[in-house]
């Protein structure tokens, strides 16, 4: 791993080279103003802690500890950071592993946001892999990194397939995420959109490519994840706060998710998380 350094504005707090990757773990100051500017290579940014808003084309991304953001390669933004320093990991993508992804038909249609998931969870190991930096930390980065680059390529191409849901499938989500720490059953949520659960159950996965059910789990995984990073809360009372039952059925459904428990999750992010 290389030594840290500085470059313009941020601080390089460590990098590493592997397999025609580039990974680095970088700091910002707070405030930092970035005018849209591009990368010459695909990359995949997790943030650690602080926030930003992000601004890629049409699209806005409201980046706080836990999000991950895919860039097509030339892809332009503009950044605006919070009052907290930013700590971020970066995964950037070019030469081979390019020619790998097209070879592979992926499509990379402008920057993205990954719900909570596969693909977070799969960068979040990449850190800890990148952060262990042992004899087999290589091999291990090199084969998340394909499974980054394949779970892209679904996601992009389940985009490119969606039609615009309807206005009641899009209330039906949007009740998910308003209400994550409520529990509701299917025949709850299709009552209140006006809807048969068993037609709500089709079209939710059909457009949004996971049950209700699921994308709810996944909801509270993504809040938790943001009140692990933000907060020194302890995990019964982050549980009780995103609706689940106890803390053992926090711990289970997280791990599931991400590929680790709650503990190890925090211990994974800057010591400085907290401001």
């Known amino acids: 791993m290389q030594q840290p350094g500085t470059q313009g504005h941020s601080r390089t707090l460590a990098s590493r080279e592997v397999a025609g ?39 806005r991304f409201d980046c706080r500890p836990a999000t991950l953001v895919c860039r097509p390669p030339e892809a332009s933004h503009a950044v605006a950071f919070h009052d907290a ?6 995964v950037e993508v070019g030469g081979v ?32 892999e990148f952060r262990a930096a042992d004899q087999f ?18 996601t992009y191409a389940r985009a490119s397939k969606r039609k615009r849901p309807p206005a009641w499938l899009a209330e039906a989500r949007a009740v ?10 299917l025949a ?5 959109v006006g809807v048969h659960p068993v037609h709500l159950a089709h079209e939710f996965r059909r457009h949004f ?27 019964s009372a982050i549980a009780a706060r995103v609706g689940f039952y106890d803390q053992s059925h926090f711990t289970n459904s997280f791990k599931r998710a991400a590929g680790m428990t709650p503990a190890q999750y925090r211990a994974l992010l800057p010591c400085s998380f907290l401001s």
């Open 21 to 59: 990757l580039r990974l680095a773990e970088t700091a910002y100051p707070a405030r930092l103003r970035m005018p849209r500017h591009a990368h010459a290579p695909a990359s995949f940014s997790l943030v650690l802690s602080g926030g930003y808003e992000e601004t890629a084309g049409a699209r």
């Open 188 to 192: 709850d949520l299709a009552r209140r």
């Open 209 to 235: 490519g996971t049950s209700a059910g699921e994308y709810a789990r996944r909801l509270r995984v993504e809040e938790a994840s943001r009140a692990l990073a933000q907060t020194d809360l302890p995990l």
């Open 137 to 154: 930390s290589a091999l291990a980065i090199e084969g998340l990194a394909l499974e980054l680059l394949a779970e892209a390529g679904r």
């Open 176 to 185: 998910l995420r308003e209400r994550l720490a409520e529990t509701f059953s």
């Open 85 to 90: 320093e930013v700590r971020i990991f970066r």
């Open 97 to 128: 592993w390019l020619e790998r992804a097209r070879e592979c038909r992926v499509s990379w249609e402008g920057a993205t946001e990954f719900a909570a998931g596969s693909a977070r969870s799969l960068a979040l190991r990449l850190y800890g």
